[in-house]
């Protein structure tokens, strides 16, 4: 996808989507935690784009944004 950057180069590429935020305290991840870690996770979505985010130390920026090709039905 032409995803290159002088970072990356030296730090690990590693996607992932977040599914739950800082704002989940200990006490709330503690109790629900015997609801959900033996569940099973299994969802699909559509995108039409992939967004690379770099981190400033403060906030997160938008890097580049990598679209896909609508396919022909």
């Given at each position: 996808m032409g995803i290159v950057d002088?970072?990356?180069?030296?730090?690990?590429?590693?996607?992932?989507?977040?599914v739950a935020f800082r704002d989940l305290t200990k006490q709330n991840f503690k109790a629900a935690w015997p609801e959900?870690?033996?569940?099973?996770?299994?969802?699909?979505?559509?995108?039409?784009?992939?967004t690379l985010l770099l981190h400033d130390g403060k906030r997160w920026n938008i890097k580049s944004e990598f679209g896909f090709l609508a396919s022909e039905q």
């Amino acid at each position: 996808m032409g995803i290159v950057d002088k970072v990356s180069k030296i730090c690990p590429f590693a996607p992932h989507m977040t599914v739950a935020f800082r704002d989940l305290t200990k006490q709330n991840f503690k109790a629900a935690w015997p609801e959900f870690e033996k569940r099973q996770l299994h969802f699909e979505f559509t995108a039409n784009q992939i967004t690379l985010l770099l981190h400033d130390g403060k906030r997160w920026n938008i890097k580049s944004e990598f679209g896909f090709l609508a396919s022909e039905q």
